[in-house]
């Protein structure tokens, strides 16, 4: 078996993890595509920290398990109308939100019913 050996960026305790216990992200068109994240056996947070290209590559080699990612954002397709919301707005529907009927005068009757 290979091994990794680190330290938790949370805990700072040394962390020996199998391969198949790695997670290797490739993200698309990011300035540091790779992302190492493992669950620390010591303080059992997630942990993630960037890798650089040749990095991903020697783990991929040494049996971490690929995950390729692509976080751009999804373009708009759906336009709005109106005006923006402001913030008068969102005290105004909170307030409806609290009273008694509020959801279903704001949301047209029984909500179970559908």
């Not at 960026?9 to 790695?22: E, F, H, N, R, Y």
């Not at 920290?49 to 954002?73: I, K, P, W």
């Amino acid at each position: 078996m290979t091994f990794l050996t680190t330290s938790c960026a949370g805990c700072s305790a040394p962390v020996a993890l199998d391969m198949s216990c790695l997670l290797v992200a490739v993200v698309k068109d990011d300035e540091v595509p790779g992302r190492l994240a493992y669950i620390c056996p010591a303080c059992r947070e997630l942990r993630c920290e960037f890798v650089s290209m040749a990095n991903v590559t020697a783990l991929l080699a040494a049996g971490g398990t690929a995950m390729h990612v692509d976080f751009r954002l999804p373009e708009l397709v759906h336009q709005t109308s109106g005006p923006p919301l402001t913030a008068d707005d969102l005290i105004d529907f909170h307030a409806e939100l609290t009273t008694a009927d509020g959801p279903e005068t704001l949301f047209g009757g029984d909500r179970g019913a559908q």
